[in-house]
């Protein structure tokens, strides 16, 4: 009765795990149900239409359909087909949807009509299910106004995709990578501060002359070194395995190592204004497997943010996850370079001063 008494009071002693213990079943619930919600939504699709025909009319109500019902679409209509393939780039679209001038014409002729479509197909995911509903709004098309049979009459959609082929194994790497960054941050930096608390060697730091900025980046510093290695070790391990070509890896070398070391950066600072004043190892591991889930399910590794209910894609905007993996996705699938990512590598570069800011500000060197 006297260890149980004792062990009970212990655990009273700790709100913070009492608290974590039953929120943390509560956040998973909300955010792993809302981060994979099974159907897609809201993909953001660019639609050129020069045809003013009444078949081009029909695919666009059909398309308009999806728009309002499953609501998996979110039209831009745009004038031009170079504006719209660009938007793709640049990761404004998931698709680009052009119907031809003849198209109409081609239809009443039984002609074969085409459309095209420029897919964004390293994000596998949202670019199967966009050809998928075109294909199903096209074969109503042709359903309604000439015979099922009349292979003439069918509507060509002529999908292409803008980048190299990549399946579904190897769009999990850059994930995979984040993932590795986390784990890194995790067993480094501020978890060896806590560490030193719960030991009692924390004292040593506080009878020399070390300022909170010396302690701070000092920490930081030497958790980024060990956890670039880890994740440059990663990186090229699941190139191998996915069958990503290396030499994709050396020509963006120096993007890659950017985005890695500020992502480190990032979150090593994010855990020492979280745990910065922790003084129990068991706080730091309860605390670590709630940011991973918060962090990295919503961050679009596994599913497209553009998906995601309002208020997740209100936090996705300050996830440097988020960024992260974007940044990811486009060197080692997209060929960009550090211009084409330059949004992510300056979010990234401001959370990490502000964090880091806020660290040492918070930081306690006191008993």
């Known amino acids: ?10 655990f009273k002693r700790n709100p913070v795990v009492i608290g974590m213990s039953i929120l943390m079943p509560i956040i998973y619930l909300v955010i792993l149900g809302n981060s994979f919600q099974g159907k897609l939504t809201d993909l953001p699709v660019a639609v050129v239409n020069q045809d003013t025909g009444p078949y081009a009319k029909r695919v666009m109500e059909n398309l308009r359909a999806i728009q309002a019902g499953p609501k998996t679409f979110r039209i831009t209509n745009l004038p031009s087909e170079g504006e719209a393939v660009n938007g793709v780039k640049e990761g404004k679209y998931k698709a680009a949807l052009i119907i031809p001038a003849d198209f109409s014409k081609r239809m009443s002729l039984q ?4 459309v095209g479509l420029f897919l964004d197909n390293p994000d596998n995911i949202s670019s199967e299910t966009i ?8 074969l109503s098309i042709r359903s309604e106004y000439v015979p099922i049979r009349d292979k003439a009459g069918e509507v060509l959609l002529r999908d292409i995709n803008l980048y190299p082929k990549v399946d579904y194994y190897q769009t999990l790497v850059p994930g995979v990578i984040i993932m590795a960054i986390f784990l890194g941050t995790l067993t480094s930096g501020v978890f060896n ?6 030991l009692g060697i924390e004292e040593s730091y506080l009878l020399t002359p070390l300022t909170k900025t010396h302690i701070v980046s000092g920490l930081v510093i030497s958790g980024l070194s060990i956890t670039t290695v880890i994740a440059a070790i990663i990186t090229v391990t699941s190139m191998l395995l996915t069958g990503i070509p290396l030499g994709r890896g050396l ?20 855990m020492f204004v979280i745990l910065g004043r922790a003084r129990h190892p068991r706080i730091v591991g309860i605390i670590s497997g709630f940011l991973n889930v918060i962090l990295f399910f919503p961050s679009g590794a596994v ?9 997740l894609k209100a936090f996705a905007k ?3 996850e988020v960024y992260a993996v974007h940044a990811l996705k486009s060197i080692l699938f997209k060929n960009a370079g550090i211009a084409s990512i330059s949004g992510d590598i300056l979010f990234l570069s401001l959370f990490t001063i502000v964090l880091m800011t806020i660290a040492i500000l918070t930081f306690k060197r006191t008993l």
Do not use: H
């Not at 002609?111 to 085409?114: F, H, K, T, Y």
């Not at 050809?131 to 096209?138: D, I, K, P, V, W």
């Not at 599913?303 to 208020?311: C, L, Q, R, T």
């Open 111 to 114: 002609a074969r009509p085409e």
């Open 193 to 198: 501060l806590v560490m030193d608390r719960f």
């Open 1 to 10: 009765m006297a260890v149980i008494e004792r062990d009970l009071i212990k």
């Open 303 to 311: 599913y497209p943010v553009e998906s995601f209910p309002g208020w």
């Open 131 to 138: 050809r998928n509903l075109l294909n199903a709004a096209l």
């Open 251 to 270: 020509e963006q070398f120096f993007p890659l190592l950017s985005v890695v070391v500020l992502t480190t950066l990032c979150l090593l600072s994010l």
């Open 318 to 320: 300050c996830n440097p």
